[in-house]
């Protein structure tokens, strides 16, 4: 019942609808415990709230078509069915789909258009309608969101099925789609030329014609006899050039054309009725000069302006009209990523000025630009719709624009703008800069050198008051200190930076739950104060660093997991056992690669590890000798998963006697109870190249914990074979 009230109220009672709480139980009973059936209900009738329209349902004769004919569930039948008919039309077309397959979301709304499965709203966008279609049918339980992603869709196997019953009585679709094969390695299908031929000439009332990811090099000249054609996707294929007869097609309204990396050209002329062009290439001769654009009156959706650098009048760029273009919500500006002396800074400073976008644009994208500065528009407070912009590889801008003052940018990464030295006031552009930034990026600046807090000699205490991933990277010359007050920040990644030392200042990072810290100077690492939330921690190639600071490890109370990687002159990791007190919620260690490491604290004597731990791994820590002896309460605690893996640690003289139980050995009662081991959890140890392992390790006498489940050890040079026998029910 919870499920249902949530699906149909928002909340999971009736508190508010007392009246139609025993229909509703009724209903749900018919439901027989099928979630999908629930849920499918319970959207129906989301909007409905009389208990006759409830009974309606409850009453329907559809519960009782038999199921051995139908074989579909009629609470999907009864969901179709209360459907008006536009969407009715629509969730039919979804029977192409075969079954598991990931629905995108834009895309299927771009087929339902070009089919005219869409009605026309005055005052609404096309897309903006058909997105009311499809979540319509979201709400109905038809389609169903993938967890990983905002904007890919399933169908339910019973939904396809209602769908494909459906489709059988419509009539014919005007649709050729390819639906490319979803799996981490993907090859593009194979299609002749002259089966293309063949199936254009045979399909001339297409309106959506899909060819992507199709391992085709050139569209045949027939095409033009589509001349209901609306859509055209050629997205991922290998085609260098578009026939000319392309441009008859008066009704196309979308051509797509992401990922097409060897398209060199566009054919002159222009198709005015364009509404999606998800590429343009500026050429020279017989291709598209940028003026084209003007024409194009009605883009929207994405647009990628690629070759910038071969326009020859920045005249051009203005004649484009991008201001005039509302539609567009994501631009991407790209010119050559070849800086010789074909370039000219001047006119291409002038071309970006002119290439000034609607206020309506969310999403910018400006690659190897090659002008000395940013024209005044990108750092403008009107651009109040931009969420996210990248700059990257525009390798001769000397400062970077007023970003700061774009009051909606939640995103913006920068990367490759090799001759920025100073980031400063001229960034921020105002005292209260980034209200709504929460991702940022710097990568691979090469002479960036300062980072500046202050606007007008004024240090700016709040910089970005929303901040949660802050990723500085490859900046080797950067000096200085992080922004002091990140209360936000979430994940904090400071990559290959050796000159950045912000020991003498103190920053407090309260809500940070990952750090990444590598190639870094140790300093920045101990200006972290009150890192109490942090629960993700990885240190990497830190050579000054030789055991972890007293009060940069005495906050981390939640710290869930700790590796250290590449720390050559690493000996121990804590300054004494009150630090490992406090490490409560530590369940994974890894040491690697860390040559001078001997001991885990940083004074002779036994020691207990942190009780929670589950996993450990130790490798290539070629001076450590011995393990804590009181190792045992590694595996005190219940869990999934309990492992210990040691790996080329050559010097390892022995393991803790609390891992392997000796036969003459007693338990703390006095009794002589060798398979009541303490180190009852664990279930996978691992030991490989650790040549001073003595023969005796695991020699008759002595047995392994009653739980192991996994046991290998391997090019242990000094270790005996193993008797026949080591635990009750484990065989070798």
Not at 437 to 464: N, Q, R, Y
Not at 470 to 480: F, S
């Amino acid at each position: 019942m919870e499920l249902f009230a949530s699906h149909a109220f928002g909340v999971p009672n009736f508190d508010h609808h007392p009246d139609l709480e025993v229909l509703g139980r009724k209903i749900v009973e018919k439901c027989e415990g099928l979630p999908l059936a629930v849920k499918a209900l319970a959207g129906l009738l989301r909007t409905k709230v009389h208990p006759r329209e409830w009974e309606a349902i409850l009453n329907s004769n559809i519960w009782d078509l038999p199921k051995q004919k139908i074989n579909i569930l009629p609470a999907l039948l009864l969901s179709y069915f209360h459907l008006p008919s536009h969407l009715r039309r629509c969730f039919a077309y979804c029977a192409i789909f075969p079954k598991d397959y990931e629905i995108q979301q834009d895309e299927l709304i771009h087929w339902w258009i070009a089919e005219g499965l869409v009605k026309k709203n005055e005052g609404m966008d096309c897309c903006n309608t058909g997105l009311n279609y499809f979540n319509e049918l979201v709400s109905r339980s038809l389609f169903q969101k993938l967890s990983s992603s905002e904007s890919r869709f399933l169908m339910h196997d019973l939904a396809n099925d209602l769908a494909k019953l459906i489709y059988h009585g419509m009539k014919r679709l005007r649709s050729f789609i390819s639906l490319k094969k979803q799996s981490s390695y993907h090859v593009n299908s194979a299609l002749s030329h002259k089966v293309l031929c063949d199936l254009l000439s045979a399909l001339k009332y297409l309106r959506v014609l899909s060819l992507s990811h199709y391992s085709i090099r050139m569209i045949p000249d027939c095409i033009d006899e589509l001349r209901h054609l609306r859509h055209l996707d050629l997205s991922y294929t290998s085609i260098e050039r578009l026939p000319k007869s392309i441009v008859v097609l008066y009704n196309l309204e979308a051509l797509m054309l992401q990922g097409c990396r060897q398209l060199i050209e566009l054919p002159k002329g222009s198709l005015v009725g364009l509404e999606m062009l998800s590429k343009f290439i500026v050429g020279m001769g017989n291709g598209s000069r940028l003026e084209e654009l003007k024409d194009l009156e009605n883009l929207k959706g994405e647009l990628c302006i690629s070759d910038l650098h071969m326009v020859q009048k920045a005249r051009d760029a203005g004649d484009a009209n991008l201001c005039a273009k509302k539609g567009i919500y994501h631009l991407t500006m790209q010119w050559s990523t070849h800086f010789g002396n074909f370039r000219n800074e001047e006119l291409e400073g002038e071309v970006l000025n002119f290439l000034y976008p609607h206020q309506n644009l969310a999403d910018l994208e400006i690659s190897y630009y090659g002008g000395l500065k940013f024209p005044l528009w990108l750092g403008s407070p009107t651009h109040v719709n931009i969420v996210c912009l990248c700059l990257q590889g525009c390798q001769r801008v000397k400062a970077l624009p007023s970003l700061g003052q774009l009051s909606s940018l939640k995103e913006l990464y920068i990367q490759d703008l090799n001759a920025i030295c100073t980031v400063g006031s001229e960034f921020y552009g105002t005292k209260s800069p980034f209200p709504s930034l929460m991702t940022l990026e710097f990568k691979d600046m090469p002479l960036w050198e300062d980072w500046s807090h202050c606007v007008d000699s004024e240090e700016i205490g709040v910089l970005f008051p929303l901040l949660k991933h802050l990723l500085v990277q490859d900046c080797p010359k950067l000096i200085g200190r992080l922004p002091s007050q990140l209360s936000s920040l979430i994940k904090l990644e400071i990559k290959s930076c050796l000159c950045t030392d912000a020991s003498s200042f103190i920053i407090s990072l309260p809500s940070l739950n990952e750090l990444n810290f590598r190639g870094c100077n140790e300093g920045v690492l101990k200006s972290l104060v009150n890192l109490t939330s942090l629960a993700n921690l990885v240190i990497k190639d830190v050579a000054e660093l030789t055991c972890l600071n007293h009060g940069f490890t005495s906050s981390l109370i939640k710290l869930e997991k700790l590796k250290m990687q590449s720390c050559k002159n690493l000996m121990y990791l804590w300054q004494d056992e009150d630090v490992i007190r406090n490490l409560t919620s530590l369940k994974s260690l890894v040491v690697d690669n860390c040559p001078e490491f001997i001991s885990f604290i940083a004074r002779e004597g036994d020691i207990e590890l942190p009780s929670n731990l589950e996993t450990m791994v130790l490798k290539n820590c070629i001076n450590l000798e011995k393990l804590p002896s009181k190792m045992h309460t590694l595996f005190c605690m219940p869990a999934s998963t309990t492992s210990l893996n040691i790996r080329d640690c050559k010097n390892l003289l022995s393991l803790p006697n609390g891992l392997i139980v000796h036969r003459d050995e007693h338990d703390i009662n006095g009794n002589n109870n060798n398979l009541s081991d303490v180190m009852s959890c664990l279930q996978e140890l691992d030991i490989s190249n650790c040549a001073s392992l003595p023969a005796s390790l695991f020699s008759e006498g002595r047995f392994l914990p009653v739980t192991l489940k996994k046991l290998e050890i391997m090019r242990c040079t000094g270790v005996e074979s193993l008797a026949e026998k080591l635990v009750d029910g484990f065989e070798i």
